[in-house]
């Protein structure tokens, strides 16, 4: 079993496919890495020499922002947007759709699920 980056690659599935269970490397950036380094995409996590898990791991760290790194640069930007007050940091802040989505109906996914007290009864006035 490979380690790379912190994350254990599944030995049965493709080099390709088991690249992209880090984050930060999606399929096409998988497949740029594999290009650099002449790697066939199909070769199985299991085949691979230690040269080339070494030469993995040398291109990820020195050209790409993965992991924690890539986490942390996000919540730094959401931080700053939030900060500075900008149409995009006041939606991060009450949890609302950022990108002019619709929020009359949907939405559920951002704004969580909806609490209803219809036909709740008030107190009588005394």
């Keep these: 079993m ?4 912190g994350v254990d690659l599944p030995k049965n599935k493709r080099i390709e496919v088991s690249l992209t269970y880090i984050y930060g490397i999606g399929t096409s950036r998988s497949k740029e890495i594999l290009k650099k380094i002449n790697l066939n ?5 299991k085949d691979l020499s230690d040269n080339e898990i070494i030469s ?3 291109v990820l760290s020195n ?12 919540s730094i930007n959401i931080k700053r947007l939030m900060e500075i007050g900008c149409y995009r940091g006041r939606r991060h802040r009450i949890s609302l759709p950022l990108r002019g989505q619709r929020t009359r109906t949907n939405a559920r996914t ?5 609490k209803t007290i219809a036909g709740k009864k008030k107190a009588p006035r005394k």
């Design 2 to 5: 490979a380690r790379i980056e």
């Design 41 to 45: 995409k199909s070769t199985k996590v």
């Design 63 to 74: 050209k790409y922002e993965l992991e924690g790194n890539l986490k942390r640069l996000e």
């Design 110 to 114: 951002r704004k969580g699920t909806k």
């Design 56 to 58: 993995i791991r040398n």
